[in-house]
């Protein structure tokens, strides 16, 4: 792995006036540099800082140092971590430049320590990618060297020969290296020099020496001024006052048992346990004997730590101790005797790690969300776990809760990376609380959990479907335009604009477009753009499709059939008898007829469909309503008993013929028809049935006649008896029934008014409907012949 390291605000040192011995030089170490910054991805950053600077205070611009654009800071969401709990830097995205969020203090952040790293991490996203950082504290000279007592009170006997040594409390100084505890200084006096010395763990200490006997005599006390300075510029200075009490002579010195105790301590031992129990003996009587013990040459922090009773030796535990903030704790017990006589033994506590620490996750990087069609193993999250035990207690695995489309891969320095491991889908979930659960390795093993949100964001890869494979509507004839019939409905299972479904008709290439029917974009009602007639269209089928509003969108096509119900809209329609502006028609009737004779048949249809178009048939009005019955489901019209002579010869009948709807609607026949003798009569002028058969206007028009007739009444009645002789003549003369010369015209007079021929009534006859028994042929009558006809018309006629 490369590194560099970079003091802020330091430059290279200049050689001989200038930055580098010539032009070359200075290409190549402008190459180096350009090679390590383009390989930040594998790099550490190292810099330097010394402590007590002010808030956001410059630290580096890491956009030189890893030779990328200011923009990509804030482009990819680069953001810096410090390790632990708290925060100490700060980077500024616009312009790279890392700053301190507060004013360090080397003594405070790394007690104990000769060296001081704060480490530090910047992430990157889009791609993911992690840079390590390295911060070294300098040290600056802020503590001045203080001892644990400003004043060191030696009981010293006046028979101690010259040379004796004296262990002196040892000034302590925060700062370390050369700002750190240097030397010791001794007041001037005749007794006593200062010997220095250190330690092998590197710390220094004095030691006064006797130069001269000293005599209580003489001088009971000495007062000596002890001074401890330290390395930095301008150096600092901590003094202490050594009062000197010369003792009568005490033979003997107090003797530990041991001059290194070693004891080992778990970290959750409770506050008065026994720790250790050091001992020295005096075979001294009275007082000299007497030995009691104290610390000395021990840190703060250990006498906060520990005890220590006075007259027994005994070492307790007074504080909480804890394998994380220091695995070792070293003091040093003097014992001293009445005579004032000192021995002294180290006693070096060990603290052994309990797992009294569960891990810590923190996570470091967390996409918003993921799309659905993300490939598997795409990176969802990255976090760190930390457990502060040692050992296996500080050694962590971790595991996701649950069957879940993810999985944990490590990394380095403890860091995992959460990422897919199967496909996802957001109609079936669209969201994951995924529990991360973090255990360590210990005896009695602890952890602990975080949970991570991942929104899935939809893909447009659903269709739309509709609820019905094909939609049938109604909507009856003759409706109002606009009319709103139905709706067609389709879901998407996709989420914002990939479900948004808009509706439209499909235009069919073999079909022309419907101009009738109109689907709704947003809503998909059906309307009918206008009025449908059941008779000329009955059912209509177009395509709907239903497109959603994804790139691309996706659609679905569906059926839409249309049945037009049937109205009552159409009246029965009168085939035969024509009902035209002709004449009426007459049929002829024999006066032999009996009960039951077929007259004629009524025929009609009906435009509509279903109940609508079924027809019956009622008799309305007649000359004479009891002679005439007529069939209600066939239409046929017949004699309802035989004719008499006291029957009108000419009966006028109106046939009505109504459909089944609701309501229901109706048509009329009107016909006449001719009780004949014989059928000699049938040259009755036509003229004179029509008039009959006007009914009202008949009326009418004799009714202003009158007028005229009486004024010429003699004159009319001789033109009219003239008339009717001659024409009465030429009926004898000319019509013979049945005759082969005189047939056919009477027939097809007959024809012109309004009669069907026979072989067509007939016809009729045989319909379904027509009752057996109320069927007659109509058979041929035929009459008397005249006596001037000859025999060649009788053998015609037969």
């Not at 039951?596 to 048939?617: E, F, H, M, R």
């Amino acid at each position: 792995m490369k590194s560099w390291r970079l003091r802020a605000g330091e430059r290279y040192p200049k050689r001989g006036g200038s930055l580098l011995p010539n032009e070359g030089s200075r290409q190549v170490i402008f190459f180096i540099l350009c090679v390590f910054l383009c390989r930040s991805a594998a790099e550490t950053l190292r810099y330097s800082l010394a402590e007590e600077m002010e808030r956001d205070s410059f630290v580096a611009n890491i956009t030189n140092d890893l030779g990328i654009a200011p923009s990509q800071l804030a482009a990819r969401k680069a953001r810096v971590v410090s390790e632990g709990n708290e925060q100490l830097f700060r980077l500024n995205r616009n312009t790279g430049v890392l700053t301190v969020k507060e004013s360090l203090d080397r003594e405070e952040i790394c007690p104990q320590s000769d060296t001081c790293t704060l480490f530090f991490k910047i992430f990157f996203e889009n791609p993911l990618q992690l840079i390590r950082g390295e911060v070294e504290i300098r040290d600056v000279n802020d503590n001045s060297p203080v001892f644990p007592e400003k004043e060191m009170v030696l009981e010293i006997l006046e028979t101690t020969p010259p040379g004796s040594r004296f262990p002196l409390e040892s000034a302590q100084d925060k700062d370390v290296g050369s700002n750190g505890l240097q030397n010791y200084s001794l007041g001037s006096n005749p007794h006593f020099s200062l010997a220095l010395g250190t330690g092998k763990d590197g710390v220094k200490h004095a030691e006064l020496v006797l130069e001269r006997q000293l005599d209580r005599e003489e001088q009971r006390e000495l007062n000596l001024l002890l001074t401890a300075t330290d390395g930095g510029s301008p150096p600092r200075s901590g003094t202490a006052q050594i009062r000197i009490v010369v003792l009568d002579a005490n033979d003997n010195i107090p003797l530990f048992s041991r001059e290194v105790y070693e004891v080992h301590l778990a970290e959750n031992s409770p506050p008065g346990q026994l720790a250790v129990r050091v001992t020295a003996a005096d075979p001294d009587e009275g007082s000299y004997g007497k030995v009691r013990y104290a610390f000395t040459q021990t840190l703060e922090r250990a006498r906060q730590l520990f005890e220590l009773n006075p007259a027994t030796g005994e070492i307790r535990v007074a504080g909480n101790l804890d394998f994380e903030e220091a695995e070792n704790h070293k003091m040093v017990v003097r014992a001293t005797d009445g005579g004032g006589l000192s021995a002294h033994c180290k006693v070096q506590v060990e603290v052994l790690d309990v797992n009294d620490n569960a891990p810590e996750i923190a996570l470091t990087s967390l996409s918003a969300s993921i799309p659905e069609d993300a490939p598997p193993r795409t990176v969802v999250a990255l976090f760190s776990v930390r457990d502060r035990d040692s050992g296996d207690n500080g050694r962590t695995e971790c595991a996701i809760d649950g069957d879940l489309p993810f999985s944990l891969t490590p990394t380095f320095d403890n860091y995992y990376e959460l990422r897919t491991n199967a496909a996802l889908d957001r109609e079936r979930t669209a969201e994951y609380n995924i529990t991360i659960t973090a255990t360590d390795w210990g005896m009695m093993r602890l952890s602990s959990q975080e949970s991570i949100f991942v929104q899935i964001s939809d893909v447009n890869d659903n269709p739309p479907e509709f609820t019905q494979e094909v939609y049938t509507m109604l909507v009856t004839e003759n409706n109002s335009p606009m009319l709103r019939i139905g709706s067609v409905n389709a879901t998407d299972a996709d989420a914002g604009k990939n479900a948004r479904i808009s509706y439209a008709l499909l235009r069919q290439e073999e079909q022309a477009p419907c101009s009738c029917i109109s689907v709704n974009s947003e809503n998909g009602h059906v309307f009918v753009l206008r009025p449908l007639d059941y008779e000329r269209v009955r059912q209509i089928e177009v395509s709907v499709s239903a497109s959603d509003a994804g790139t691309p969108p996706l659609s679905a096509n569906v059926t839409v059939r249309l049945l037009v119900v049937d109205e009552n809209d159409n009246a029965p329609l009168v085939l035969y008898p024509a009902q035209d502006s002709s004449p009426a028609s007459s049929e002829l009737v024999p006066m032999s007829a009996e009960a039951g004779y077929l007259i004629t048949k009524v025929v009609a249809v009906d435009a509509d469909s279903g109940q609508n178009s079924w027809l019956s048939y009622h008799l309305l009005r007649a000359t004479d309503p009891g002679l005439f019955a007529v069939g209600a489901q066939s239409g046929e019209v017949w004699l309802r008993r035989p004719v008499t002579d006291r029957d009108a010869m000419k009966q006028k009948l109106v046939i009505l013929v109504r459909d089944n709807g609701r309501p229901p609607l109706s048509a009329t026949a009107a016909l006449s028809a001719l009780l004949l003798k014989d059928f000699s009569d049938v040259r009755l002028p036509h003229s004179s049935l029509a008039t009959e058969d006007e009914g009202g206007s008949l009326t009418t028009y004799l009714i202003i006649s009158l007028v005229f007739v009486s004024l010429l009444f003699l004159v009319s009645i001789s033109a009219f008896v003239t008339r009717k002789v001659c024409k009465r003549k030429e009926l004898k003369g000319e019509h013979v029934l049945y005759g082969t010369g005189h047939l056919q015209s009477g027939l097809a007079d007959a024809a012109a008014a309004g009669t069907l021929p026979h072989p067509y009534c007939y016809e009729i006859s045989l319909t379904t409907g027509s009752g057996n028994s109320e069927f007659k042929f109509l058979k041929p009558m035929v009459p008397s012949l005249p006596p001037h006809q000859d025999s060649g018309s009788s053998n015609s006629m037969l």
